[in-house]
């Protein structure tokens, strides 16, 4: 039942607020203060690192939290798309959890990869929205999403219900590992609860979502472009896009554009900045220049402070709430899916059944 939408998309999207609402109030304590995660827990203070690993929109949710991980908690994480990770043969040693994170939970690229750290890793971790799935069942921790049935083909909810959730995580690693205190760890979780409404608020970029898409449609190729946890989103953008759209789109670390991939811009190649007023912003206002320099049309994803930093010069602008750096990778995903969906839209496209893709992929 697509509830009055035009597209289970649509429904997914706009249904991130209530879902997430949900999933927070499963995990952060009526008061607040405490996250309660499901038994057996993990003692984070035996922790030495983390190999996270999974496919496709769940990978790029754990480049994100890599960012967490290591930032907030002091933990070193390494990240791998579950195809290759395997064949590696990676040395697991003592210390190591693992968490594997897939929406379906049956994706058998990730399953394999799970099956290979059994026995070795610490303790096995999964992220999933598929309670009853082969890789909640086959780990010691399974921790749900709660995103509910995700229909269509491009993942967007679950996307968003797994950063949550690793942001939980995260914040509850740092805790006990005493690199944030009982405060700190008070004010994250209230930031966290006040998400729904903020991704409420954002939702209302859709009408100039929808006016830049229509020129969006018209282009062959689109760069992404992203610095620290924005990084990820930058790929996701370009994954959503390239799904549903069939424009091509790539995307790169910010300060990777000038190492080659700034000799595709002309001004037939929007290019995408996906950028709060945060720590990094200045670096990519500089990045952006080089672009526009060479006659490049950026439409820029950033809060008013950010807009009014980069000055004149953009293309176009898509105005986002503010938001704690710590979160905007969740509230981010918002622009990535809206710009992807009504470009599919504006191009006629079939957007819950794009030609060549499955939505669960038991196949290696
Ligand atoms: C992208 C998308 C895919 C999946 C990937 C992993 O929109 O849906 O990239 O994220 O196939 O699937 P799960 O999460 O089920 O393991």
């Known amino acids: 039942d697509k509830a009055g939408y035009k597209h289970f998309m649509a429904k997914e999207i706009a249904e991130q607020p209530t879902v997430l609402q949900g999933a927070l109030a499963h995990y952060i304590n009526a008061d607040a203060t405490g996250i309660t995660l499901p038994e057996p827990g993990l003692d984070f203070t035996q922790v030495e690192r983390m190999t996270m690993v999974a496919c496709g929109t ?55 990869a799970l099956r290979y750290m059994e026995g070795k890793a610490d303790k096995i971790v999964s992220v999933v929205n598929v309670p009853e799935s082969s890789i909640a069942r086959e780990s010691d921790l399974p921790l749900p999403i709660l995103a509910g049935t995700e229909i269509g083909v491009a993942s967007t909810k679950a996307f968003t219900c797994q950063l949550t959730t690793m942001a939980i995580l995260a914040l509850q690693a740092a805790h006990v590992r005493g690199r944030i205190d009982d405060q700190e760890l008070a004010d994250k979780l209230s930031n966290l609860r006040a998400l ?86 200045d ?70 059944q794009p030609r060549n893709l499955a939505k669960s992929v038991t196949v290696e």
């Open 196 to 281: 729904p409404g903020v991704l409420n608020l954002a939702l209302g970029i859709e009408g100039k979502t929808q006016e830049v898409s229509r020129k969006l449609a018209e282009t062959r190729d689109i760069l992404f472009l992203g610095r620290g946890a924005m990084y990820p989103l930058a790929l996701e953008g370009a994954l959503k896009l390239k799904e549903i759209s069939y424009i091509h789109a790539e995307a790169y670390a910010s300060g990777e554009l000038k190492h080659g991939p700034i000799a595709l811009v002309d001004k037939h190649v929007p290019v995408i900045v996906m950028a709060p007023r945060d720590a990094l912003f």
């Open 58 to 112: 769940a990978f790029y949710a754990c480049l994100v939290a890599k960012y967490w991980f290591e930032q907030i908690a002091g933990i070193p994480v390494e990240v791998d798309v579950a195809s290759e990770f395997r064949y590696r043969e990676p040395p697991v040693t003592p210390g190591t959890v693992a968490l594997f994170v897939s929406q379906s939970g049956e994706t058998a690229d990730t399953l394999a």
């Open 283 to 352: 670096k990519t206002v500089s990045n952006m220049q080089e672009v526009m320099a060479r006659g490049g049309k950026v439409l820029l994803v950033t809060d008013r402070e950010g807009a009014k930093t980069a000055g004149d010069g953009v293309w176009d602008t898509i105005l986002m709430p503010e938001i704690d750096p710590f979160l905007a990778p969740i509230l981010y995903a918002v622009p990535a899916q809206l710009l992807a969906y009504h470009t599919a839209v504006a191009k006629g496209t079939d957007v819950d």
